[in-house]
């Protein structure tokens, strides 16, 4: 069975830094993995993928504050978020995408608040 177990969540002031943490077990082997965030009264957005032979792909308002990365041996992903803003509040939820059928599974998310 895939899991994904997501950490680092918590409360900071603006222009301060955090890093998430995703860790997968029950995937045997490198598939495309990403960061969603969901505020209440928003659709589930996509902040950040890495893919299985390492591309990046980010959402333009994060772009140069935020950067994934995966430790494949670890079976890791993370998530540096620097320079937070208000509106970078939200829950954050892992995901990996098993390829070809296209089915996702999710983490069960951490909250992120960043206050002015």
């Known amino acids: 069975q895939v899991q994904l177990q997501e950490s680092g969540g918590g409360s900071v002031q603006a222009g301060e830094s955090l890093r998430l943490s995703c860790a997968a077990s029950?995937?045997?082997?490198?598939?495309?993995m990403g960061w969603y965030r969901q505020t209440p009264g928003k659709q589930r957005e996509l902040v950040a993928l890495i893919t299985s032979d390492g591309n990046t792909r980010y959402v333009d308002s994060v772009k140069g504050r935020f950067t994934i990365s995966r430790d494949g041996a670890k079976n890791t992903v993370y998530l540096q978020m620097n320079a937070l803003k208000p509106v970078d509040t939200a829950v954050y939820y892992c995901?990996?995408?098993?390829?070809?059928?296209?089915?996702?599974?999710w983490g069960q998310g951490t909250q992120v608040t960043v206050s002015s």
């Open positions: 995901n990996a995408r098993r390829p070809i059928i296209n089915y996702d599974y």
């Open positions: 029950g995937i045997r082997f490198i598939i495309d």
